[in-house]
């Protein structure tokens, strides 16, 4: 069980409501909801009485929380003294999606929580940055793991698992994935990078012989494109911003489609340094918010 689950259960007894709870605990109303449902199957009884308008706490769901508070306030004032000695300089490198996904809130979270930290950003491909890393030049990356799963000498932490998606024009014709390979040019994400080599099989595993008219690296840039009708393409599913910036159909490719794994990796040898661990908990944190949006959105 996570502590982050009876956080969150404190959290609603003592806003009243699920949505006040959210906004305390930095999570959507829907997460709050599944980290009670959790609870609730772990202890085998309801936390609440959904019976009224509004979930009423149920006296076990009281006792719990009593049970718990002193000891999640001794754990947090434990963060607390440890959050005042992390300070320095660490260079992390990131991939171009993941500089408009994860990154924003990962520092926010650390401006937060360590105001001491400096943290000096780095871009580029994930190959680039590994080399980057096993370089010293870096001191830690959040990038895509090479499908042979990543050189055991560094320490890998899966942040979350990427859907690859087909986008097509918003007026194409066609029904299933193979149509509108079949129909339309198309654009490939750009085989030089991990994800685009991952999508490029998946299009050669039903098209063989299907080469591409356009190759791009950036996901916004072949939105842009396939919304201008130029072609289709296979892509990681688009965070929000896309799909209200640009007109274009999504189209799953079923549960044996494609997937990306975004990681947070660092040197073996500096795995347990104080300012590592503050980012990839970071980095943990909001990828967890992701995930629980995800599914609140499902």
């Not at 434990?78 to 959050?83: I, K, P």
């Amino acid at each position: 069980m996570k502590l982050e689950f009876l956080q969150t259960l404190c959290a609603v007894l003592r806003r009243g409501t699920f949505a006040a709870a959210a906004e305390e605990v930095n999570l959507t109303p829907g997460a709050v909801s599944q980290h009670i449902k959790y609870l609730e199957q772990h202890f085998g009884q309801p936390l609440f009485d959904r019976a009224a308008r509004q979930a009423r706490p149920t006296p076990f769901a009281h006792e719990l929380a009593a049970l718990v508070q002193g000891t999640l306030e001794s754990l947090e004032a434990l963060r607390a003294r440890r959050q005042t000695r992390v300070s320095g300089k660490v260079a992390l490198g990131t991939i171009d999606s993941i500089q408009a996904t994860l990154l924003p809130m990962a520092m926010k979270v650390l401006q937060s929580d360590y105001p001491e930290l400096d943290v000096h950003l780095a871009r580029g491909r994930s190959e680039r940055l590994l080399g980057e890393l096993r370089d010293g030049a870096i001191d830690a990356a959040v990038l895509v793991r090479p499908q042979s799963g990543g050189s055991s000498r560094l320490h890998w932490q899966t942040l979350m698992h990427e859907t690859m998606v087909l986008v097509a024009p918003p007026d194409a014709r066609g029904d299933t994935v193979e149509q509108l390979l079949r129909g339309y040019d198309w654009i490939r994400f750009d085989k030089t990078s991990t994800g685009g080599r991952i999508a490029a099989q998946y299009v050669h595993r039903l098209h063989p012989r299907m080469k591409s008219r356009i190759d791009l690296l950036s996901s916004h840039a072949i939105i842009a494109m396939v919304s201008a009708g130029l072609g289709v393409s296979i892509i990681p599913q688009p965070y929000d911003p896309l799909r209200k910036a640009y007109r274009f159909r999504e189209l799953s490719l079923g549960r044996g489609g494609p997937r990306r794994q975004i990681a947070f990796v660092c040197r073996r040898a500096d795995v347990d340094k104080p300012a590592l661990g503050v980012l990839r908990a970071a980095f943990e944190r909001v990828a967890a918010q992701a995930r629980d949006a995800g599914a609140d959105a499902a």
